[in-house]
């Protein structure tokens, strides 16, 4: 039985899955570096303890010091949130071996599908449809060259035990192909710890789709509908909506395809099955064996919180609800908020927040570990709030987005606040005609212009709208000043005569 959760992340997702585990009556514990010592989910935990100074390796990332501090504030489970080391199957190795339980799958299944071409392998047994490539890692250049013959040009390089956007090179012809290979395994090598690589054509202008599942410790297997999330900056997303464009039949053909591929590997816990879509077929592309950024858009569709069935399925419950118990209802987008400057090819900020205003209302969430005076720190990923809005459909949600966005007001920090702004009054995104290549770096400053032009125009048609009523406005604000000074001098007089 669990009791005490090690809480082993920072930021917004700590303080979700704190909030999780009190909902649950469990204790939570975090843990944090020198530079996060003020921070947000440092405060809210039942106790903290110091990771000490150093680099991400040697605080966030280092396993033995989790894991004794684990055992030292008498936790029964790690929670690793995204990022760090959600996806470590070494620290779900010790953390079993020092008798706590990982919240996520075991550490087989997270080496299976973190191996991209055994993840591919897998998909194919349950006839989940692949993206054209090689069958196995490239080594060299002759093997490289032979599948390029096979697939043709564009194709993509990726790094087999990559993720995060990291480890991917494009290659559009024949003579970058021998220059991309190294590089790519380069590249591999420093960001993973291992060189392989593999082959795919390059599926030019695609949307990004996925499906969120839930697995118990029981066999029990269910999705929770699919997400877009096509809306990207360097492979990494910042908008996300559910459901996505697909009718029924096909996100629940895709479901069940995604539920056979978690029973076949003993999947537990929560997990996200991606896909490619273009020109009406979907193509796998990888599987998350931990909790996703934008699981709160099923949340606000599906009314499960997916944090707190992780700390069920964690403590050996059964799902208490099965497929035909899911229904959807509206629809809900997220933006990542992120301190980073659009305009200078989204480079990360830091500083000291001095204002912070958030958006409320009915349906209206913002998950964040801000707060006014907090000093956001330079050495983790920009990601500083989500601003997730639900409505019964995506048009009623995008004119919530549009009054929600403007209240979000975070000062002391550069953010993309106002990128989010311009995106939701593009045609394209009205239009829900959107792929992956939206944001390409020269349509940022394209997309902010537009925006620009239409404030100056709402700006314009209240002019002439009103400009007729300009001379009375003018006549009140005089009358009103004059009455406001007879006032003042009024109240001069009467404090003097307190003292005749």
Known sequence: MLDTVLVANRGEIAIRIIRACRSLNFKAVALFAEDDTNALHVKMADEAYSLGKGTVQETYLNIDKIIDIAKDS???????????????????????????????????????????????RIAKEVDIPLVPGSEDYISTFEEAEEVAEEIGYPLMIKAA???????MEVVKSPSTLEISLLGCQTLSKRFFGRKEVFIEKFITNPRHIEIQFLADNFGNVIHLGDRECSIQRSHQKIIEEAPSFLNDKIRNELGEKVCALAEKISYQNAGTAEFLWKDN???????????????PVTEMITGIDLVVQQLKIANNEKLTFKQEDITFRGHAIEFRINAEDPLKSFYPQSGTVTGLSIPGGNSIRFDTALYSTYKLPNSYDSLIGKLIVWGENREEVIEKSRHALQELTITGIITNIDLHKAILETPEFLSREITTDFLEINKIQEILDHYDKMKLAAVFRIYEDNKDKIPSILNDLRRKNMDYNRWKDQSKFEQQRKFL
Do not use: T, W
Not at 282 to 295: A, C, G, K
């Open 74 to 120: 008498g936790s029964s489970a790690i929670h690793p949130g995204y990022g760090f080391l959600s996806e470590s199957s070494l620290l779900a190795e010790k953390a079993i071996k020092n008798k706590l339980v990982f919240i996520g799958p075991k550490p087989k299944v997270i080496d299976q599908l973190g191996d991209k071409m055994e993840a591919k």
């Open 161 to 167: 035990f990559g993720g995060g956007g990291k480890g």
């Open 281 to 295: 077929h979907l193509y796998f592309n990888e599987v998350n064996p931990r909790i996703q950024v934008e699981h």
